[in-house]
């Protein structure tokens, strides 16, 4: 079964950092464009960043631009997440996801179960 597990979430005080990870269970990573999103309770689920199979395309939703940066490492077949300066408002569970476009609206094939971060003092 292929399958995308999410680790790295947490409680974190407003102005700190958290790391993100996205491993594969049955695949790898490097054929795939890799995307991270967020749904807050109440919310709808909102593309946060991605990135090309080949690196060449990154992109950020607006409100995390500047904080976030979305990165791999083929070699531990791990994309991540790096997010900085968090805000209450980024508080959502998050999901990373494995497709063929790079797109904050594309369509993904598979998907992980999410981590929760929560951002608050």
């Known amino acids: 079964q292929l399958q995308l597990v999410e680790s790295g979430g947490g409680l974190v005080q407003p102005g700190g950092s958290r790391r993100l990870s996205c491993t594969p269970s049955g695949f790898t990573l490097d054929d795939y464009s890799i995307g991270w999103f967020r749904q807050a309770p109440g919310k709808e689920r909102e593309g946060v960043s991605c990135?090309?199979?080949?690196?060449?395309?990154?992109l950020y939703a607006d409100s995390v631009k500047g904080r976030f940066t979305i990165s791999r490492d083929n070699a531990k077949n791990t994309v991540y997440l790096q997010m900085n300066s968090l805000k209450p408002e980024d508080t959502a569970v998050y999901y990373c996801?494995?497709?063929?476009?790079?797109?904050?609206?594309?369509?993904?094939?598979?998907w992980g179960q999410g981590t929760q971060v929560t951002v608050s003092s």
């Open positions: 996801a494995a497709g063929w476009v790079c797109g904050l609206n594309a369509d993904y094939v598979h």
């Open positions: 990135i090309s199979s080949s690196d060449d395309t990154i």
